[in-house]
């Protein structure tokens, strides 16, 4: 056991001293040919810049184009006097590109090609694409427009084929705008469940001899062993449609009676979010439009997995971008791409994690930072530095309110004397689903509960806009074939703002505790995230269900 383990550290340190001899001989010869050198594990990869280069022809030629802006192409390369090499070089040039060429190490360009898993792959019968045709869609639209219809097309398969239970599930899935799929063994059988707006439904019982065929194409499209049943395993393949790809992450693990599977489904529609979309009131949008405009500074937002904070974000990005800054991500992992924004994921393996990334970010002289989530003191320390060194960073926090952010540093170690100059807004969020548009209907309540609403209007702060709640109505949810028969279609967010004014700055240098800092955001305006739910109740927009399952018993 001892000897396994000194060959186990002798061998990581050989592959260590492998990778340094690369990098070394890399520079080497970028001074000797007079190129610039270039570490691809420690910069932006964009997809946009790889697409000019096919993945076949890049390793063969040993090269990977890794930024582009406007016509300005970089290129990095192993050797640019090779025949390979110097054809493309040629051709892109060609082409209208101004290329820039840099020196890589052949393992610098390995993980570079890594990136081509997020641009279209290439297809082939069944090694990671499952092609739906458009008339195939429309077709299975009006057989699975809701999860009864779903449910019924499944049960009437007797013998199904597995390639056509699973282009029903995939199809019914899309339709019903499913985030996840889960299949779940039990002992004779498998459970299907949908996760629809942030819910699970049961949706069907797969007998388990066709679940582990099912399971078997699943690890082929997904590019995993078919022979490792005792190990988790993540793969991915694309679900090809007309004039969209949709991208599925696959996550394999084993139970009990068999693997679990889960299917993550990416769908680029989703997440295009405008800023004015995401459910924000009026006052709460301008007060983020005008940090927004600020050279520097930190935003953060706080709130569980999957309440929304990464699209929130990315709404932010979309809203500002001009190709005049330079925007730069750091993610775990790149889930969306974003035109314009140069986005780099975390790589564990290679020592670029979210503090060794962001530290790299910073020599790449960005204008706006996106760090995907701040995890440890250090992430922290390099994200606060930036935001005082005339960076705007946005990031992810894990606490249950705007205000426990400080908490939250504090508690990793960042000085509450960096904290209070760094930060200029810290955002809660939690999402909830809106009520049908096209069945929702009106809920008669008693006056007891009308006097309540009314005396909750009238202590809200000052600058929320009390004269759209003049007339308000409550509404429940009914069910139609719109929404599939759920009474609610998407999501919205519910949100509070703590900004950061010279008195929370210095309350927080003080240290004092949360509740006095929650007094204070209270005196300068701040809406709770509950309060914020109440107001798109009387809007119309969701129900009492939804909010008091989101933050809890509700207050009145």
């Known amino acids: 056991?001892?000897?396994?383990?000194?060959?186990?550290?002798?061998?990581?340190?050989?592959?260590?001293?492998?990778?340094?001899?690369?990098?070394?001989?890399?520079?080497?010869?970028?001074?000797?040919?007079?190129?610039?050198?270039?570490?691809?594990?420690?910069?932006?990869?964009?997809?946009?810049?790889?697409?000019?280069?096919?993945?076949?022809?890049?390793?063969?030629?040993?090269?990977?184009?890794?930024?582009?802006?406007?016509?300005?192409?970089?290129?990095?390369?192993?050797?640019?006097?090779?025949?390979?090499?110097?054809?493309?070089?040629?051709?892109?040039?060609?082409?209208?590109?101004?290329?820039?060429?840099?020196?890589?190490?052949?393992?610098s360009l390995n993980y570079a090609?890594?990136?081509?898993?997020?641009?279209?792959?290439?297809?082939?019968?069944?090694?990671?694409?499952?092609?739906?045709?458009?008339?195939?869609i429309k077709e299975l639209t009006k057989k699975l427009g809701d999860l009864k219809n779903f449910k019924s097309q499944l049960q009437s398969f007797k013998e199904p084929r597995v390639s056509q239970i699973l282009e029903i599930i995939l199809a019914g899935s899309l339709v019903n705008r499913a985030s996840d799929i889960h299949f779940e063994p039990e002992k004779t059988k498998a459970k299907l469940r949908l996760r629809i707006d942030g819910l699970l439904y049961d949706l069907y019982d797969i007998t388990s001899a066709v679940y582990l065929t099912l399971v078997s194409r699943i690890k082929l499209l997904s590019k995993l062993k078919l022979n490792i049943h005792g190990q988790p395993q993540d793969g991915r393949f694309t679900i090809g449609m007309e004039g969209n790809d949709i991208e599925?992450?696959?996550?394999?693990?084993?139970?009990?009676?068999?693997?679990?599977?889960?299917?993550?489904?990416?769908?680029?529609?989703?997440?295009?979010?405008?800023?004015?979309?995401?459910?924000?009131?009026?006052?709460?949008?301008?007060?983020?439009?005008?940090?927004?405009?600020?050279?520097?500074?930190?935003?953060?937002?706080?709130?569980?997995?999957?309440?929304?904070?990464?699209?929130?974000?990315?709404?932010?990005?979309?809203?500002?971008?001009?190709?005049?800054?330079?925007?730069?991500?750091?993610?775990?992992?790149?889930?969306?791409?974003?035109?314009?924004?140069?986005?780099?994921?975390?790589?564990?393996?290679?020592?670029?994690?979210?503090?060794?990334?962001?530290?790299?970010?910073?020599?790449?002289?960005?204008?706006?930072?996106?760090?995907?989530?701040?995890?440890?003191?250090?992430?922290?320390?390099?994200?606060?530095?930036?935001?005082?060194?005339?960076?705007?960073?946005?990031?992810?926090?894990?606490?249950?309110?705007?205000?426990?952010?400080?908490?939250?540093?504090?508690?990793?170690?960042?000085?509450?004397?960096?904290?209070?100059?760094?930060?200029?807004?810290?955002?809660?969020?939690?999402?909830?689903?809106?009520?049908?548009?096209?069945?929702?209907?009106?809920?008669k309540i008693d006056e007891q509960l009308t006097k309540k609403i009314k005396n909750f209007i009238g202590n809200l702060p000052p600058r929320v806009d009390r004269a759209v709640l003049d007339n308000f109505k409550i509404f429940e949810a009914k069910g139609c074939q719109w929404c599939g028969g759920l009474g609610y279609r998407e999501r919205i967010g519910i949100f509070e703002l703590f900004l950061m004014t010279p008195e929370a700055q210095g309350a927080i240098v003080e240290k004092i505790t949360d509740l006095e800092i929650q007094k204070i955001a209270r005196r300068q305006g701040m809406v709770f995230m509950q309060e914020d739910g109440l107001v798109k109740i009387l809007l119309g927009l969701t129900s009492f269900e939804e909010i008091e399952r989101a933050t809890g018993p509700l207050i009145l």
């Open 113 to 136: 090609w890594s990136f081509y898993q997020f641009v279209t792959p290439e297809a082939r019968e069944i090694t990671g694409k499952v092609e739906i045709a458009a008339n195939r």
């Open 1 to 107: 056991m001892i000897k396994k383990q000194i060959n186990s550290n002798l061998e990581e340190l050989l592959a260590k001293e492998r990778h340094s001899a690369q990098e070394r001989e890399a520079q080497r010869r970028a001074a000797k040919l007079g190129f610039s050198y270039i570490n691809l594990v420690a910069a932006p990869v964009q997809t946009k810049a790889l697409r000019l280069v096919n993945s076949q022809e890049a390793q063969e030629a040993k090269l990977a184009a890794f930024q582009l802006k406007k016509n300005q192409l970089s290129l990095a390369v192993l050797d640019p006097a090779a025949v390979k090499a110097k054809k493309i070089i040629a051709k892109l040039k060609i082409d209208g590109y101004q290329v820039e060429i840099f020196i890589a190490s052949l393992e």
């Open 248 to 443: 599925i992450r696959t996550s394999v693990i084993p139970s009990e009676f068999g693997e679990t599977i889960v299917l993550r489904i990416l769908d680029p529609a989703l997440i295009k979010v405008d800023f004015e979309k995401l459910g924000l009131r009026n006052d709460d949008q301008e007060i983020i439009e005008k940090e927004l405009k600020r050279p520097n500074g930190m935003i953060l937002n706080t709130g569980p997995t999957g309440s929304g904070k990464t699209t929130t974000l990315y709404a932010f990005l979309k809203k500002i971008y001009q190709s005049e800054i330079k925007i730069i991500t750091i993610e775990d992992p790149i889930e969306y791409h974003l035109e314009g924004v140069e986005q780099t994921q975390v790589n564990s393996k290679e020592g670029y994690d979210f503090k060794n990334g962001l530290r790299s970010i910073l020599r790449q002289d960005p204008d706006i930072i996106l760090v995907g989530e701040i995890r440890d003191l250090e992430t922290a320390q390099i994200a606060m530095h930036a935001a005082l060194t005339g960076h705007l960073v946005f990031s992810t926090l894990h606490a249950n309110e705007a205000t426990g952010a400080i908490p939250r540093l504090i508690d990793l170690g960042a000085q509450p004397s960096v904290i209070s100059p760094a930060v200029n807004l810290i955002i809660a969020q939690r999402l909830v689903r809106k009520l049908c548009s096209v069945c929702k209907k009106e809920k």
